[in-house]
Each structure stands twice: as structure tokens, then as C-alpha cells.
């Protein structure tokens, strides 16, 4: 229900950034609404529906984060150096592992209930830090033509973006499935809670440096070559996991989803930036964000526990390979002569006389 909430809010909260609040103040909003609903939901108590209705309130207030943060990332970027993204984007991986290990610590010592308000606070602190932002150059607010608003202009304006989601839904899907069980099969075949968190941790430091070489792979190879071999390493992966039976192998194997996620994570927000125009690509991203990181985790997630829980774990991770791989060939066929369109990332320098 949480994700369903987010997958509905957040082109509605891209919708209001690209029409009538700029990215900036949209995400300062959400930021502080998120801060409320985190208190809010502290006083649910243990009745199974409030628990529900809040949960879904603090993920859609929380919604737009992710696009709009990548949407003022890839404007103050600009066309030419847009394929850097990777060298801001790990900076969300470096603090989330450092985080998920150190509140980790905090609560197995102090209980979860700091969780709320320590969640408060951070949202509360990233609200106050858009007051520093300069406008970083995004578009102006203007009045969307579309019926469906600055959402359907984004459709309009971009004829390759809902096929482009239609091929990474589907490897979303395959992810959350897939990782969805993950831990379970790791506990099944013998292993404990420390491999279980070994496998989570390890692909947030493997990304890092993976993320930096986006800019260098992309400007050589582009974009397209770049989401592709992200989503070669995930079918790779899952087939792994599909025969591999060793719970510390299939831990340590885990770590390269590093490699993936981060090939895969930031070429398509560049992507997307590339084939969405700057008035819209609020809408864009958000859109983006609505179907692929929102609703394809609770697709997958209930196909992903049918079918492990009534094939099994190597049927499960072989169908996960699969599914990538189609996926992987939309995308693919969607997206030629993208990187020729948007022409080289960076202009060289005028040569200069002798």
C-alpha cells in the first residue's frame, strides 16, 4: 500500500515542481512533510490500519525525493557534462552504508524507537539545506497544455519515454523479486543475519567507485552500452544465484550487484534527462520514478513470492534472468541513436595556433 501511495504521489508532486514550484521548493515541501508524517506516524500505536493509512502518507509525502533531486542534478549538470551524474550520485551510496551500519549499531543498543525521530530530523535537515540552493538553472514554472498535465506534456514532448519504462519496468521487476528473496534464500540454504546484512552492505561500497566511472564509459561507449551491460551483469547474477547453493558464496556474489545497480541507476536518469526537455523534466523523472522504482517493487514482490514460494528459489532467480534480458531488449531497441541525437557530451576545445 506505502509503494502503490508513492507510485500515485509522486508524478502529482513533479506535476506541481515543472507547473507552478520549481524543483527546488517542491523538494523543500516534501522534505518537511515528510518530517511531519514521520511524527505522525509515532503515534499509530499497533492497530494494523492506522499502521497502513500512515505508512502510506510518509511515502507519499517522501515520494518525489529521489526524481526531483535527480532532476536538479542533471539541470545544474547541463547537456554537455550530464553523463557526470554518477560523481553526485555516489555520495547517496557512500551515506547510505555508512548510515544503515552506524544506526545499525544505534539500534540494536537503544531499541527502534529513536527510528522516527532520527528519520524527523534528517528530512527536516535536508528541507532547510534547498534555502542554500541557487536555482541552479532549472526552467521556470509554466502551465501545462496536457489534459494529464506536465505529465502527459512530458509523454508528448518525449515519444521514446514510455516505451524506455515500459523495458526498465520490467527489469525493476526482476530486481525486486530477486532481491525481495534474497535473505531468504541465503537463511534456507544454512546461513545466519551476519550474511544476510554482508550481502545488503557490500554492494554499497562496490557501486562507488563504479558510479565515478559512469562519465568516462559513457562519454567512450554511451549511454545505451552503459544501461546494457548493467542489466548483462544483473542476468549474470541471478542466473548465479539460481545454481549456486553455498550461503557465503552466495553473499559474496551479491556484492556485484554493486556493478549493476549503479550502471543501470545512472545512465537511465541521464537518459531520461537526454530525451525529456528541461521544462518537463520534472514529470519526467517523476513519471520515471512512479512506474520503475514505486510499482515495479510491488509487482515484483508478489509475483516474487508465488513463485518462490511455490517453484522455489532457482526457479525464481532464473525467471528474474530472464525477465532482465527481455527487458534489457526493449530498452535496447527503444533507445537507438540516442547518444548520436544528444551528440558529444563534451566540446573540445578550439585548437590553438602555432
Known amino acids: 500500500m506505502a509503494g502503490l501511495a508513492a507510485a500515485l504521489a509522486g508524478p502529482v508532486w513533479t506535476h506541481f515542481a515543472d507547473t507552478r514550484l520549481g524543483s527546488t521548493r517542491a523538494l523543500r515541501l516534501s522534505a518537511f512533510a515528510t518530517a511531519i508524517a514521520a511524527l505522525a506516524f509515532m503515534a499509530t500505536g499497533s492497530t494494523i490500519g492506522p499502521i497502513i493509512l500512515m505508512a502510506s502518507l510518509l511515502w507519499a509525502c517522501s515520494a518525489p ?89 512530458a509523454v508528448r514532448a518525449a515519444p521514446r519515454l514510455l516505451p524506455f519504462i515500459a523495458g526498465a519496468f520490467l527489469i525493476s521487476t526482476a530486481w525486486s523479486a530477486a532481491f525481495a528473496f534474497l535473505g531468504l534464500r541465503i537463511v534456507g540454504q544454512g546461513g545466519g543475519p551476519f550474511l544476510v546484512g554482508l550481502a545488503a552492505g557490500l554492494t ?121 534480458a527481455l527487458g534489457a531488449t526493449v530498452v535496447w531497441l527503444v533507445l537507438a541513436g540516442v547518444d548520436a541525437a544528444a551528440g558529444p557530451p563534451h566540446v573540445a576545445p578550439p585548437p590553438t595556433s602555432t
Do not use: N
Not at 552504508?97 to 525521530?117: D, K, N, Q, S, T
Open 204 to 324: 554499497a561500497f562496490v557501486e562507488i567507485p563504479v558510479m565515478r566511472a559512469t562519465d568516462p564509459l559513457a562519454r567512450r561507449f554511451g549511454l545505451r552500452a552503459v544501461y546494457m551491460a548493467g542489466a548483462v551483469v544483473y542476468v549474470v547474477l541471478f542466473a548465479c544465484w539460481a545454481v549456486v547453493s553455498d550461503p557465503t558464496a552466495i553473499a559474496l556474489v551479491a556484492s556485484v550487484e554493486g556493478v549493476a545497480f549503479a550502471l543501470v541507476y545512472v545512465s537511465q536518469v541521464v537518459l531520461v534527462g537526454r530525451l525529456v526537455p528541461k521544462p518537463v523534466l520534472a514529470s519526467g523523472q517523476g513519471l520515471f520514478s512512479g512506474i520503475v522504482r514505486s510499482a515495479a517493487p510491488i509487482v515484483g514482490s508478489l509475483a516474487g513470492g508465488i513463485v518462490f514460494g511455490r517453484l522455489g528459489a532457482p526457479v525464481l532467480f532464473a525467471g528474474c534472468a530472464g525477465l532482465v
Open 65 to 153: 525525493g529521489m526524481p526531483l533531486t535527480d532532476t536538479l542534478a542533471v539541470t545544474v549538470l547541463g547537456p554537455g557534462r550530464m553523463t557526470a551524474y554518477g560523481s553526485i550520485r555516489l555520495w547517496m551510496s557512500l551515506g547510505w552504508a555508512v548510515a544503515v551500519i552506524g544506526f545499525g549499531a544505534l539500534y540494536e543498543r537503544a531499541g527502534l524507537g529513536p527510528v522516527m525521530p532520527v528519520y524527523a530530523l534528517g528530512m527536516l535537515a535536508l528541507g532547510l539545506t534547498t534555502y542554500g540552493l541557487r536555482s541552479l538553472g532549472a526552467a521556470e514554472p509554466a502551465r501545462a497544455h496536457s489534459r494529464l498535465g506536465a505529465v502527459g506534456d
